[in-house]
């Protein structure tokens, strides 16, 4: 079986891109509590230990918050400067930088990703400010002077490739120890977990999963599916909202997403239960193994968000353009 959570998960720099859209980073969230029943002292640890090893070189959500603030800059710094020689100040860089959801690091893993986290739901709800920010952007119309602008200025300034975005706003360490962690869970997962008694058991219990178009979904199928089906952001309620105000979509999919993961736990748990330990201490072999290279990567995230914080941000919320000298 060829996991859809792990396409998902790891494709487009690891990005949660059905679920989040073009908010590209690394999926996270292990926030809702777990069932009764469903956790224990080692379950726990395991999460807890290799959320905090990947963060020291995939970066903590502040850290990566960062590099979403470099990497608006490196894209759209010079369209900024040109719109605001145009006449349009108003122009924000910063508008579509990205927001990063909270670490999963186990979240490519089909076997051991953390047991019915919510990892879905909540890596929507860690970015929907910037959800609703392009949305609106999207729907938002210019007037024929500022759209003149607009063509003269995307004109006038090369583009920036992927690579030198990705060279500006994130360590190569972290890069290169990304994939190898994706590799390690991999390998895991194949010599541990049996990918055929898993999409059998699923396909098995499918039937305890409503969808609201009546779609038969499975093993390969379910991650996708929630993606596709994802509430407009407008419907999503950000970390701090109180469930009394969530949105009849909002309620639906997360209760959706409630009976696909208890299906999903079903059919893992025993492989999870029963190997926590050993992937555990794989988690601590990679760490020693990559003392030196976690290091440099720990280094390079101190460079962005030193480079971060002289662009205006210091964690916060909102619009940075004209807070600082950008040069």
Known sequence: ?????????????????AVVGSISYVLGSNALPLRAGDSSADTDQLQTEANAVFSRFNGTVEQRNASGVIQAWTLNGAMDQCMSEAGYPQWDWSATRNLAPRTN????SVFFTDPQGGSYSHALMDVV????LEEDLRSEELSEAETVAVQGCVKSTPPTSDDTTS???????AVQLRSEWWSMLTALDAKYGDSEAYASCFRDRADQIATPDGDHLTADTWVMYLGS?????S????TTDPPSTYSSAWNAYIGLEADVESVDWACRSPVYEEH????LDAVSRF????AAAIAAAEDGWDTIVTRAAQLGFHGQSGSLDGQTAKN
């Open 287 to 290: 760490a020693v193994d990559n």
């Open 235 to 238: 419907d999503t309620p950000s």
């Open 1 to 17: 079986m060829v996991s859809a959570r792990r396409k998902v998960a790891a494709g487009a720099v690891g990005a949660l891109v």
């Open 229 to 233: 089906h994802a509430p407009a952001g």
């Open 129 to 132: 400010d910037a959800s609703r």
């Open 105 to 108: 690091a186990l979240g490519t």
């Open 167 to 173: 060279q500006q706003s994130t360590p190569s360490e």
């Open 276 to 279: 926590s330990d050993e992937v």
